[in-house]
């Protein structure tokens, strides 16, 4: 069983930059592709970005394509997503998730099997 704890969420201003971190146990981390999802009140969750599970291959939705960048440490069973040019449109609870899928598409939230419990991102306009 993979626990998964996200951290770094907060209130930024437009244009600012948050580093999200998700900390992993309990599993082979090394393995795992990982993903970040976002949910905005009152909206579905939605794919933000993937790993795959060396690192070498990463995986955008287009609207953050250019700003974020997701990064995946092995050696410290940690995935980051770092955050730039934040604007309203961001604000959501961001969830990190595991999969042991080896191949895309990474965007299906039904592909993951371990989720955390999500960090508060709040950008003020």
């Known amino acids: 069983q993979v626990q998964l704890v996200e951290s770094g969420g907060g209130l930024v201003q437009a244009g600012g930059s948050l580093r999200l971190s998700c900390a992993a146990s309990?599993?082979?981390?090394?393995?795992?592709?990982m993903g970040w999802f976002r949910q905005a009140p009152g909206k579905q969750r939605e794919f933000v970005a993937a790993i795959n599970w060396s690192g070498g291959t990463t995986y955008y939705t287009d609207s953050v394509k250019g700003r974020f960048t997701i990064a995946k440490n092995n050696a410290k069973n940690t995935v980051y997503l770092q955050m730039n040019s934040l604007n309203a449109e961001d604000t959501a609870v961001y969830y990190c998730a595991a999969t042991t899928y080896i191949g895309p598409p990474y965007g299906l939230a039904s592909r993951y099997d371990y989720w955390g419990q999500g960090t508060q991102v709040t950008v003020s306009s």
């Open positions: 309990g599993g082979t981390f090394g393995s795992y592709a």
